[in-house]
């Protein structure tokens, strides 16, 4: 089982896109009717299907305490705050950190989230928990060797992997995760890799977004 020819030449040309767009695209965007600061270094929400994707049907409701897993410009931080009790967003790039804690601000929303610098879980409370865990993870096959490659690049799904086997110390009672994946970096295997550590799943939401599919699945404790 792997990606075949075709299917690594479609991940090499969308981040070989991404890249370009990154470096050329706005600094300032607005999206949903919120306004995001970013640099070349941090994911724009504005130029990619899956942030707008995911913030228009994640589903978080009144009182939950929500856990956003690579923030990035926390766009999904902020658009859970709107509903959320509290938020906790965190990113390993630290130039992501600085652009979601001024976007959090920005939006009046610096007293409901807090941002923080982190590989996955690693700056959680000890045992804090949360309602939701919110993931927009990367996909492509390739080494992250730049910050901006952090949200690009899992090889061998070895980050999600890591993901899954820790976010079940991190989930409240009847909490789930969810997560957004592509149809170009093989969905049914990161599903089986899910199922294999104890996940179910459903598929949330669907959507065609340039020559892609996108999913939003919920995952629960099997």
């Not at 989930?171 to 899910?194: D, F, H, N, T």
Request: net charge positive; hydrophobic share 45%.
């Amino acid at each position: 089982m792997g990606l075949g020819m075709l299917g690594r030449l479609r991940q090499r040309l969308a981040a070989w896109a991404i890249r370009v767009a990154q470096r050329l695209g706005p600094r300032r965007v607005r999206v949903r009717g919120r306004v995001y600061r970013v640099t070349a270094s941090v994911f724009n929400p504005k130029l990619y299907g899956t942030s707008r994707f995911m913030a228009r049907h994640m589903e978080v409701r009144p009182g939950d305490a929500v856990l956003d897993v690579g923030t990035g410009s926390g766009i999904l931080a902020v658009v859970a705050a709107e509903t959320a009790a509290r938020v906790v967003a965190v990113d390993i790039n630290p130039e992501a950190v600085r652009c979601a804690r001024e976007n959090v601000a920005a939006n009046g929303l610096g007293e409901k989230v807090r941002v923080a610098e982190s590989d996955l879980f690693a700056a959680l409370e000890p045992g804090e928990r949360f309602d939701v865990i919110l993931l927009n993870p990367p996909y492509l096959e390739g080494a992250p060797t730049t910050p901006l490659g952090h949200a690009l690049y899992d090889p061998g799904k070895r980050l999600l992997r890591r993901f899954l086997e820790g976010a079940g110390e991190h989930l409240a009672e009847g909490g789930c995760v969810q997560m957004a994946y592509s149809s170009i970096a093989e969905p049914g295997r990161a599903l089986e890799i899910a199922e294999s550590l104890g996940w179910s799943h459903r598929v949330v939401a669907e959507k065609r977004f340039m020559g892609e599919r996108l999913f939003l699945y919920r995952l629960t404790r099997a």
